[in-house]
């Protein structure tokens, strides 16, 4: 098993930036892809960026590309979320996640944070 906790969520304004964490522990040893997904309220979970078990494969979805980008750290088992240029409509819970392969979707992800609030006020 593994268990991923997030951090970094918050309020922001317009225009701010935010790093989102994701720390893995348990069966770390495996190499495993990780990924983001959000939802907001009254909305279906969304995927939002995936990056492989080895950093040198990123993906994002249109909405966020060029303002969001993933990095992730081996040694101390967290993937980061760097948020710039926040708009209104990325307000959400964050999600991290962890699997064997790369998918946009969430069924797709077996383990799963307990998620982060990002409020981004107009």
């Known amino acids: 098993q593994v268990q991923l906790v997030e951090s970094g969520g918050g309020l922001v304004q317009t225009g701010g930036s935010l790093i989102l964490g994701c720390t893995a522990s348990?069966?770390?040893?495996?190499?495993?892809?990780m990924g983001w997904f959000r939802q907001a309220p009254g909305k279906e979970r969304e995927f939002v960026a995936t990056?492989?078990?080895?950093?040198?494969?990123?993906y994002y979805i249109d909405a966020v590309k060029g303002r969001f980008t993933l990095s992730r750290d081996g040694a101390k088992n967290t993937m980061y979320l760097q948020m710039n240029n926040l708009k209104p409509e990325d307000t959400a819970i964050y999600y991290c996640?962890?699997?064997?392969?790369?998918?946009?979707?969430?069924?797709?992800?077996?383990?799963w944070g307990q998620g982060t609030q990002v409020t981004v006020s107009s």
């Open positions: 996640a962890a699997g064997f392969r790369l998918t946009t979707i969430h069924t797709g992800w077996p383990y």
């Open positions: 348990g069966r770390t040893r495996s190499s495993y892809a």
């Open positions: 990056i492989s078990w080895d950093g040198d494969f990123t």
